[in-house]
């Protein structure tokens, strides 16, 4: 099992974007982003933050991904 990498919120925007979802709307530092196929989720941009682990989990789960699909790009 892979280990969880420490990510800030533009970094998995990044990688989100690599596995086809785009950002749909943006209100204050929380851009969400939906793919083709309807899954969706939100993810928080803060300068300097990165996310958290229970977080980040619950936005891989929503989004449908594993964590082996985060070292891919």
């Known amino acids: 099992m ?3 990498p420490r990510l800030k919120g ?3 925007i990044r990688i989100l974007k ?3 979802f785009e950002v749909v ?3 204050g530092s929380h851009y ?3 793919h083709f196929d309807g899954r969706y989720t939100v993810v928080p941009v ?3 933050e990165t ?3 229970g977080l980040l989990l619950k936005i891989l789960k929503d989004v449908e991904l594993s964590k082996d699909d985060l070292e891919g790009l």
């Open 18 to 20: 690599g596995h086809g």
């Open 2 to 4: 892979a280990r969880l």
């Open 51 to 53: 996310i958290g682990s």
């Open 25 to 27: 709307r943006i209100r």
């Open 10 to 12: 533009n970094e998995l």
């Open 32 to 34: 969400s982003m939906r």
């Open 46 to 48: 803060h300068a300097g």
